[in-house]
């Protein structure tokens, strides 16, 4: 009896690895086969919005994965829709985990593009198509998951909730819904953020995890005046009024910022800085308010944004005929503003910097909510560094803070710590979301559905 039971053991042993790879083909085959699908949908707003298409498509996939019907909703809205799948665990009384994602997709011109981007091309290794990143690749292989989850009879000790918006592209109604319905959550999951870099050669740079997100706002400033002819010049000039408060903004600086996202950041970056680099990141990390140090990290487009709020002028409308002295100027200033500070203080920081009397300035409704940085977590800080070094061991893992928006946005300002978790690593020259010709590497694939599966078990056994 004991060497039947050791040969059973044995012949487990063997048989599980090989259980558990058919498995693994089987769910990047599902993945492979819903983003090709996925993609195919035209998720635009506008009219012929397909998103209630899509997630009728992938509600039937889940179903019949084995989740009930009544566990995956889908609600219109306007022209779109959001989706809500319920994984149910033994536990309701503890606090769910919720992801977070969305399967709608920016406009793209096919005229524009080398291929359809609305047909999926596999070429190269790549596949090809709007959304190929974001984010119906993310998308895909997370319901792929799900549904691996569910075959292999995994039980949740608490809910997983996915909530699928339909609009984060644009307006984010859908998401502003789902937050006012589900905010009660251990922490969410966006698969929609973070993520890890690639050199050219392929070697893993870093891993990000977003934690945190500017907020966006549009401010108008307007000037207005009289007017008359062109040839009797008058003191009173919109243009000019407009023009002197845009040089003053453009001279203006917010004071410098630093929260414990931000800093875990540039602290993980003093391992791979150069020396000029990592000594002005030092002194900043040590006074944020250091001139030089704040001067020096200000003078990289991609860093600015990390040392406090940033507003630039981004469109201007004036005057309304060429032989007449202008009635209106407007201008457009776009900022991004550094978590736990208020529109409100930005627009009255505007106001005194310009210093004009005449100037009318009024913020626009934008979509979007200001929302504080949750804080580092550091079992899940642990957690995904486990994760993401069995793939590329000693890579950096390095939190991060996004010039926004996405959907963590809303959640967040409602109390749900949320984090930016995508595995996709990439190298910068494959980064085509939103542009012309977005494409992802499949190799990604089988590595994403490895982390989600890991993830998800740890975070709800």
Known sequence: MRHAAAAFLALALTAAPAAQAQSDRQ???????????????????????????????LKGQLVAGGFAADDVRIEKSDDTAFMVVRYRGTDSARKPIYISGHMDVVEAKPADWTRDPFTP????????????????????????????????GFKPGRD???????????????????????HDAELLLNIDGGGGELDETGKAVMFGIQGAEKTYAD????????????????????????????????????????????????????????????EA????????????????????????????TTCVATTVQAGHATNALPQRATANINCRIFPGTSTKAVMETLTKVVGDPELKIVELDSGTVASDASPLKPELMKLIGKLIHARFPGVPIVPSMSAGASDSMWFRARGVPSYGVSPIFMKSSDGFAHGLNERTPLSEIGPSITYYRALLRELAK
């Open 219 to 278: 401010y108008e400033l307007t000037f207005t005046n009289a007017g008359g002819h062109s040839s009797a010049p008058t003191r009173s000039n919109a243009i000019y009024s407009l023009a002197r408060a845009l040089d003053k903004i453009a001279a203006y600086q917010f004071p410098a910022e630093i929260n414990e996202i931000t800093r875990a950041s540039f602290e993980a970056s003093l391992t791979s800085a150069d020396k000029p680099m990592a």
């Open 160 to 182: 997983i909730l996915l909530l699928a918006s339909g609009d984060e592209e644009t307006s984010m109604k859908t998401t502003q819904k789902m937050a006012a319905e589900f």
């Open 121 to 152: 091309v596999i070429e190269n290794g790549y596949i090809w198509g709007r959304g190929a990143s974001d984010m119906k690749y993310d998308l895909s292989t997370m319901v792929a998951t799900l549904l691996q989850l569910k075959r292999e």
């Open 281 to 308: 990141t030092r002194r900043f990390l040590a006074n944020k308010d250091d001139p030089q140090a704040l001067a020096y990290l200000r003078s990289y487009p991609g860093l600015t944004g990390q040392t406090g």
């Open 27 to 57: 769910a990047e085959g599902q993945a492979l086969d819903m983003l090709k699908r996925g993609i195919a949908f035209r998720t635009v707003a506008g009219e012929g919005n397909q998103t209630f298409d899509y997630a009728s498509y």
